[in-house]
């Protein structure tokens, strides 16, 4: 089977091989683009497919044993397996969430490892199709921005293109997944390409339409989550959507931080994966067992909520005794969709792979429905509740992922029209005013951004952060350890030429500089004194080779030097010119404008 494909593929390599040299480099990108779109879309395919197959063999498991609650059991088992295929066949280790493609762009030149086109499909299947509560959109990204930067590096692409081919697989995930591919290219654009010039919309929306087209042809409807009632706004409704969005707002807040809390915590706790993942996942099946709709992806219970059947959320639960009374009812959603953060939390935490995508949507669905349920039982007016739950998805979406438009369009694209687009512009844009006015960055790239990796709308900055200090260390230099006299300082300098020598302890930690400017003029002296040479050596703030480079250019401007001393747990190791630095700089605005 495997040599099948690889014949396979290579067929189509070669016809590709032979195609290349007819095109201009243009025409090459955009059927590049197409074929990205269409094999990261087919990855979809493969991810949906994987992950319900595993569902439905999850729940043919519990009808078999057909014991009590034993459906909040297995997403231990699914966790536990996800840490084992890991552990065994991936290294040790897998990245997880769409801050890895962010690294990918500002860090590696927009080059993904060849793993993850096949090993977030097998994890997350796992994972979310064992019962996780988490999301498969995450891997899906990943899965094809890792197309997408494979064929580009296969093919010889520049990072631009390079940048741009790993977006297009981005777009055209999202598209099939949802059947949405202007929230493909809208999600592709906010959340990957930060920065982006007007000529990358062509690629992006062959990419996205291209993944939508194959989505809808592979996928049954059962796999996607689409309303198929016509939702219209009333505008006498505006107030309770800007109520909603502010509510969105502080929600948004709330999950980023708990999630982040539960997460950090779990992981910290064990130094064994397998007891991180036991005790994670065991209870997270205790919260399944309480709330069973935590169960998978939750999305069932979105079109639930959407069709005003509630009561369906309740079935087969502890609270089923209760699903009479409509405020018991209201209650348990509200407290299902404040606890949907802490099982995210633990299921990534413990060693499940997924992602917040879902989950926003999932929460989004839950505070909408809950909000229009509440004005209605309090006898203050009869909201379209299911209006309030799909605009509620947007409003979380937008809020957790800095992504508004996204949010926007996502969701007009799943209702099938755009009825809904003054409410969703409304919900969205207050949320994510909210979110972003208390917490700086998008959830998934909370981490990252607090160590400066992260692409910005700031061109200069994008650019520097891409330079690695630690590619720029040069090691050609002799050091002088101090207690030294005068006279090896000088036939130091003389006989090697060097215009500058490092002075270090006895442990080879950076004491200073001595700049061959500084002590020319005193070579004709027969002696200097202790004290004058004491006053020769120059402080100088000694950087760690892992430091932010844009950190060292600012302390270069503003002490006029042009290099650093760099250590290594506090031992000297070399130095950086800025002159290097500032070349690696300019080739990659060159790189960046090739067209």
């Known amino acids: ?40 879309a087919l ?48 290294g040790g280790r897998i990245e997880k969430g769409t801050a890895q493609i962010m690294i990918a762009v500002a860090k590696r030149s927009g080059i993904m490892p060849k793993k993850q086109m096949y090993a977030q499909i097998v994890t997350s299947s796992l994972t979310v199709g064992m019962g996780g509560s988490a999301g498969l959109e995450s891997p899906i990204t990943i899965t094809g921005a890792a197309f997408g930067s494979n064929y580009a590096q296969y093919y010889k692409f520049k990072y631009k293109h390079r940048t741009l ?24 654009i906010e959340v990957v390409l930060a ?16 993944g939508a087209i194959v989505g809808n042809l592979a996928f049954e409807e059962n796999l996607l989550i689409q309303f198929t009632n016509q939702l219209s706004f009333d505008y006498h409704n505006t107030l309770y959507y800007i109520v909603l969005g502010v509510a969105a707002g502080f929600v948004c807040i709330y999950y980023a931080r708990m999630f982040r809390k539960v997460e950090n915590e779990l992981s910290k706790r064990f130094s064994s994966d397998y007891m991180t993942g036991i005790v994670g996942a065991s209870l997270l099946a205790l919260l399944i067992f309480v709330f069973p709709t935590l169960f998978g992806e939750g999305y069932e219970s979105i079109k639930s909520l959407a069709n005003d059947n509630a ?57 909408g429905f809950a909000f229009s349920k509440f004005i209605e039982l ?70 990252i951004a607090n160590k400066g990796i992260v692409f910005t709308s700031d061109k200069d900055r994008n650019l520097i952060d891409k330079i690695l ?5 040069r090691k050609d230099v002799k050091t002088l350890a101090y207690p030294f006299d005068f006279e090896q300082l000088k036939q130091m300098f003389i006989t090697s030429g060097q215009y500058f020598i490092p002075i270090v302890n006895e442990k080879n930690h950076i004491l200073g500089i001595v700049h061959l400017k500084d002590v020319q003029h005193l070579f004709v002296e027969q002696s200097v004194s ?16 892992k430091a932010r480079t844009r950190n060292v250019l600012r302390y270069m401007d503003v002490t006029k030097n042009d290099l650093v001393l760099i250590n290594d747990h506090h031992e000297y190791v070399g130095y950086v010119r800025k002159i290097d630095l500032m070349e690696t700089y300019r080739s990659n605005v060159r790189e960046l404008r090739v067209e």
């Open 1 to 40: 089977m495997k040599g099948t494909i690889q014949r396979i593929l290579q067929f189509f390599q070669n016809i590709l091989h032979k195609i290349k040299p007819l095109l201009s480099e243009q025409q090459f990108l955009y059927l590049s683009c197409v074929l990205v779109g269409i094999s990261s």
């Open 165 to 188: 081919l790993l977006a297009c697989g981005v777009a055209a995930g999202i598209a099939a997944a949802f059947n949405a591919p202007i929230a493909g290219v809208l999600f592709a």
């Open 311 to 367: 009561t369906d959320l309740v079935e087969h639960s502890i609270f089923q005794m209760w699903k009479g009374n409509s405020w018991i009812v209201w209650m348990i959603i509200i407290l299902v969709m404040f606890v949907k953060a802490v099982a995210t939390g633990l299921t990534l935490g413990s060693g499940g792979n997924g992602g917040n995508f879902a989950p926003s949507l999932f929460v989004g669905s839950y505070l």
């Open 43 to 90: 990855a979809v395919v493969v991810l949906k497919a994987f992950a319900h197959g595993v569902f439905r063999f999850s729940s043919y498991l519990t009808a078999l044993v057909q014991l009590p609650y034993f459906k909040s059991i297995l997403p231990v088992i699914g966790i536990l397996l996800t840490i084992y295929v890991v552990k065994r066949f991936l």
């Open 195 to 210: 920065d982006m010039s007007v000529t990358a919309f062509i690629p992006l929306l062959m990419a996205a339409a291209t």
């Open 469 to 473: 200090l630690s590619n720029h260390i």
């Open 530 to 545: 202790q004290n004058d040479l004491i006053e020769l050596i120059q402080p100088i703030k000694p950087f760690s080779k």
């Open 378 to 447: 309090i006898g203050l007016k009869d909201l379209p509740i299911d209006n309030f739950t799909v605009v509620g998805m947007a409003a979380v979406l937008s809020g957790l992922f800095h992504a508004p438009l996204t949010g926007i369009f996502l969701i007009a694209e799943m209702t099938g029209g755009y009825g809904l687009i003054i409410p969703l512009m409304i919900v969205s844009s207050i949320s994510f005013a909210i979110a972003k006015y208390y917490d700086k960055y998008p959830m998934d790239l909370y981490k």
